[in-house]
């Protein structure tokens, strides 16, 4: 008996040390690295493990890529040409983690921070990367509140929910009534945290704008939620002729899948900042009846050569289609790098001032370069809409961004 | 292994006329008929559930779906924590590996699936492989604990969830997976829809229960392990490997998380974490049904099921574990033992 135990124990120890390896990359890697002096520091916060951890994984190797590619061009100039390096920090999805690890990466010497995916943890970080003076820029997180607090030393490249929930009313207003059939009624299906109430707030103030009636609001836990036919069949009793979704990836493809086997009456499955409608794999796994849904939600801009080659580059890298998180993580970095360049000093204070007060290109769909407001909001983030045609999410609205025109009604049959 | 003649004596000291393997039971030859009154009072508590329902949703077709779905989903969760109370009737084993099992026959199914098998002849892999699994983790990790303070085995199971997890992560990544089932579609209920994976999901689930409640009750090798279950020392003198019996309750109970798995498989985005989705209710439905009680887990599975779907009526907008706590806090304070166990 105790040879076996012995045994599998063998068996054991690799995998669990395997196991601690994989979700704590970071902890390994840069443990001996505090006295470098020939770098710059940035700190990269996201889940890389956790139920997020696909999604954090993306945004911290977009992070990666867009160091490696301003070391090539020759490092930070105005600072003699100093390297940038990337400290990664797993936040696993937890506010008091990512608390923690972000107060660490500052001891580490680390001039600024992006991150982290979540609204909740980016919360948190704010607060630390206020209390010690160090710059944040949010990649993702959308949540109004965070920069609601009047702290200098955090910005946000992505939208906030509310220019999510407000643009995705017009887009679909206005995408309906160039096809013919103005919309009369909206469902709408949101996750209950503070990004999809928002979401649904902004959404329903621009519908009633727009003389659409938003009815009934359902709300639902995307972390524990295990089946959404019970809230289609009520979309479907309303007699709503758009279903409006906010939400994540796994509770997406459930909507979807309800929607699937309930089959209401509805011109257009159309989600804002939806997690799940956008995604190359989400035609994968819904299949077929994944056809014709509608996102209006930040985007890569696929149409900008510079992005094609990013994307042809994550792929060849790391064996996976690019996301837009990790997309917004690379302009992230190349926020702080801009500033790192045009402050001269690596000085946090002076980055913040720099960070404040630049204006950065953009891979993003958008109107223009990421510029930061008096709030610490970029002013030209905005969403596009998207649509799922052929088996794949195509760019549709607005029509300078269009790589394909909008399918609307967007089911035939119903 | 060795068997008791003296079966009929150990058959006495199952109570309730379910597959109790509760270690605390008196043998009390009155209770050996079914508890209807129980069942009765349960299923009425359930007509008035849904009839309050119809009147706070003004819609027949959604709370018939409602109910549809939830006792599909039930049934699932039923599965799931029959093999959790199985181990911890017998083993005393609180099993927090148990999700991370049911994740890890998700990626067995999903793996076999891409290697072109059906998804459900993917159980005559998985369920034999997990099976094994069991016996190996019981045998190689938890023998030596066995019979130590609750809190080691605690924390060994826990540490083998979070082994799984980070390995599944390490191995296959983050992205979502999906299995699907081709000619899956809507089947019309009573108005309602369900899909096909969804109704035999269920069926398997109750097939495999009625499967297992037969071994427990009319096999020797079930006569063994309610026999360790009711007292170890005891059925040692009869003659009985316990530590055989150990290894087989355990590989059981991981085996209902490898079925559980591959008949969930077309239902659920596939994610490391996947199983910890399913090991919260579990563990809901065990201590519902009462600790160690097989039936009383299906049952407990059906209640959690219609709470979860019926609560998304009662208050639109909350998680599906609010209305499942609240049922759960109800029951702990009218029955303390679960609906179906006895007070020691």
Known sequence: ?414 | MTFSPDQDHVAAGNGGGVATLDPDELPAPAARSVPWLRIVVIAALIVVAIGLAYLRAGSGVVVTQAVVTGILIGGVYGLVAMGLTLIFGVLDIVNFAHGSFLALALFLTFGLTQAGLHVYLALAISVPAMFLLGVLVQRGILAGAMGKPLENQLLITLGISLIIENALLLFFGGNPRSVALSGDRGVPILGAVANLSRILAFLGALLLAGLLYLLLQRTRLGTAIRAVAANDTGAQLVGIDTRVIYAVTFAIGTACAGAAGTLVAPLVTIEPTTGSLFNIVAFVVVVLGGMGNVVGALVGGLIIGLAEQLGGIYLPGQSPLLSVFIVFVLVLFLRPQGLFRRSA
């Open chain 1, 1 to 414: 008996m105790r040879k076996t135990w012995t045994a599998t124990l063998a068996l054991a120890l690799p995998l669990a040390l395997a196991a601690c390896g994989g979700s704590a990359p970071a902890g390994t890697s840069n443990g001996g690295g505090g006295q470098s002096g020939g770098t710059i520091k940035i700190g990269s916060l996201h889940p890389l493990s956790g139920s997020s951890a696909a999604d954090g994984q993306q945004m911290d190797n977009g992070a990666k890529l867009a160091v490696e590619a301003i070391n090539n061009a020759g490092g930070i100039k105005s600072q003699g040409g100093k390297k940038l390096e990337l400290v990664s920090a797993d936040t696993q999805g937890k506010p008091e983690v990512g608390q923690s690890e972000a107060q660490r990466l500052i001891q580490e010497g680390a001039v600024g921070l992006l991150g982290t995916y979540q609204s909740a943890v980016s919360a948190n970080v704010s607060t630390v990367a206020e209390r010690n003076k160090v710059p944040f820029v949010i990649d993702v997180s959308s949540a109004d509140s965070i920069l609601a607090q009047g702290y200098k030393y955090t910005f946000r490249v992505q939208p906030s929910s509310t220019v999510l929930g407000t643009s995705g009313a017009q887009f679909l207003d206005q995408v309906a009534k160039a096809a013919g059939k103005p919309v009369k009624q909206v469902a709408v299906l949101h996750e209950q945290g503070p990004f999809g109430t928002a979401v649904r707030d902004a959404f329903k103030a621009e519908a009633a704008k727009a003389g659409i009636k938003v009815e009934p609001a359902i709300a639902y836990d995307a972390a524990s939620v295990s089946d959404l036919t019970t809230q289609v069949t009520q979309v479907k009793a309303s007699g709503a002729d758009v279903l409006m979704v906010a939400g994540y990836y796994r509770d997406g493809v459930l909507a979807a899948k309800a929607v699937d086997t309930i089959k209401p009456t509805l011109n257009a499955v159309y989600g804002v900042a939806n997690g799940a409608f956008d995604l190359p794999q989400f035609p994968k796994e819904v299949g077929a009846p994944a056809e014709g849904y509608f996102d209006a939600n930040y985007h890569a801009d696929m149409t900008k050569p510079d992005m094609q080659a990013l994307a042809k580059l994550y792929t060849e890298r790391y064996n996976d289609q690019i996301r837009t998180g990790a997309v917004l993580a690379y302009d992230s970095v190349q926020v702080i790098a801009a500033a790192l360049e045009k402050a001269g000093s690596a000085d946090a204070t002076k980055v913040r001032d720099a960070i404040a007060s630049g204006e950065v290109p953009t891979l993003i769909a958008g109107p223009g370069t990421i510029k930061f407001g008096p709030t610490g909001e970029n002013v030209n983030a905005t969403p596009i809409l998207m649509q799922v045609q052929g088996g794949a999410p195509k760019q549709v609205f607005p029509a300078d961004k269009a790589e394909a025109q909008p399918v609307y009604p967007a089911f035939k049959s119903q």
